[in-house]
Structures are given as structure tokens and as C-alpha cells.
């Protein structure tokens, strides 16, 4: 699941694009220093159901984690409030 073509992603479909997108976020479970480097790159691509999925994910593996920089907060923040966006899709605001 950790290829770098992610060919895997793009055979599903809407909400399995997502959930599939965000179970990388089990994968990097309270690893907060490889994660963010791995689940940036999907946060970007232009579709409305990966960068949900991946916003999900990043959630997901910062769960639990205790840290005052709060890495969650510094890795979402940009995405659900910045209105100037290439993309800015409202699945992903609404997440």
C-alpha cells in the first residue's frame, strides 16, 4: 500500500478512494515522523475523495500521539481553512 505510483488507489471508486487513502493512516499509526511525509503527497492530488481519505488518515495516525507542537493541528489546519487552494473541494472542508 506504501507504493509511490499508488496505481492501488485509483481502482476504486468515490467513498473507496477515500477509506482506501485513509487505512494508510493505520499503517502509520503514532508514527509522527514518517507519516506526514508519506500521506502529504495524496492530500494534493485533484480528486474530491483522496485528500478527504488522506485528511482522514492523518487524523488517524496522530491519534493518541501527545506532543505540544500537536501535529494534527499543524498538518490540517491548511487544508480545511485555506480558501485559495488549487482544489478546494468542499468533501474535504466538510470533513
Known amino acids: ?3 509511490p505510483n499508488r496505481s492501488w488507489l485509483h481502482k476504486h471508486k ?3 478512494k477515500m477509506s482506501a487513502a485513509a487505512s ?3 499503517i502509520y499509526l503514532g508514527d509522527v515522523d514518517e507519516g506526514p ?3 502529504d503527497p495524496f492530500t ?4 474530491e475523495w483522496i485528500p478527504g481519505g488522506a ?10 500521539v501527545h506532543s505540544e507542537y500537536d501535529p494534527a ?3 490540517l489546519r491548511d487544508h ?3 480558501k485559495n487552494k488549487v482544489s478546494p473541494h468542499s468533501l474535504t472542508r466538510s470533513l
Do not use: E, P, R
Open 14 to 16: 468515490d467513498q473507496g
Open 55 to 64: 485528511l482522514l488518515g492523518i487524523g488517524i495516525f496522530c491519534s493518541g
Open 44 to 47: 494534493s492530488i485533484d480528486d
Open 37 to 39: 511525509g508519506k500521506m
Open 73 to 75: 493541528l499543524a498538518l
Open 24 to 26: 494508510l493512516g493505520m
Open 1 to 3: 500500500m506504501t507504493d
Open 80 to 82: 480545511v481553512t485555506s
